[in-house]
C-alpha cells in the first residue's frame, strides 16, 4: 500500500501554514488575532474561517488564491457566483488569454447580428450560448491573471511601490 503525505489530505489553510513552515503557535502570533485552538479547528474542518480571519491569513500567509478559494467553496452566496480561479504559471495565462481573444473576434460579427434588434431569436439562441462560455472563459483568465499578479506582488517578485505608481498614474490620466 502506498504511503500517503501528510499534507495530502489537509485543507488549504493547513496546507499554506504548512507552506510557510509555522506552527499553530507561530501563525496566531503572526496573524494576532486567531488563537491556536481556533486555528486547529479551522484546519481540521470543524469551524469555517470567517472572512476576516480569512483576509488575514491570506496576506499573512502570502496566499491571495485563499480569499477566491474561501468565496467560492465556503462562502454560500460565493458558492453560487464565483468561480473558483486555480494557480497557474503566466505562460498558461497569457496563452489562454490570446485564446480567449482570438475566438471572440472571429464571433464579434455573430454577436453583433445576434443582438442588432435587441431580440435573441429561438435560432439565435445557441451560438449567443456559445459566445457567452467564450466570454466566461476570459473572464476567468483575467480573473487569474490578477491572482497571479497579487501573489508576485505578496512575494516581492514585483516591486510594490513600482506598481502601485504606474497604476496611480494609469488613473489619473
Not at 507552506?19 to 486547529?40: G, H, Y
Request: hydrophobic share 35%.
Amino acid at each position: 500500500m502506498a504511503k500517503t503525505s501528510a499534507t495530502e489530505n489537509k485543507n488549504i489553510y493547513y496546507q499554506l501554514r504548512h507552506a510557510q513552515n509555522w506552527s499553530r503557535e507561530r501563525a496566531s502570533q503572526e496573524l494576532e488575532c486567531i488563537p491556536p485552538e481556533r486555528i486547529e479547528r479551522i484546519e481540521n474542518g470543524k469551524f469555517t474561517a470567517n472572512p476576516d480571519e480569512v483576509v488575514i491569513m491570506a496576506e499573512k500567509y502570502k496566499a491571495p488564491q485563499l480569499c477566491n478559494y474561501y468565496c467560492a467553496n465556503e462562502c454560500a452566496i460565493g458558492r453560487q457566483y464565483v468561480p473558483e480561479i486555480k494557480m497557474r504559471d503566466l505562460t498558461q495565462i497569457v496563452l489562454e488569454m490570446l485564446s480567449s481573444l482570438n475566438s471572440a473576434k472571429k464571433r464579434q460579427e455573430r454577436l453583433i447580428d445576434i443582438t442588432a434588434d435587441g431580440i435573441i431569436e429561438n435560432d439565435e439562441v445557441e451560438d449567443f450560448i456559445d459566445i457567452q462560455e467564450d466570454l466566461e472563459k476570459m473572464s476567468l483568465t483575467v480573473e487569474a491573471l490578477r491572482l497571479w499578479s497579487e501573489k508576485m506582488l505578496a512575494d516581492g517578485k514585483i516591486d510594490m511601490e513600482a506598481y502601485r505608481a504606474a497604476q496611480k498614474r494609469k488613473h489619473t490620466k
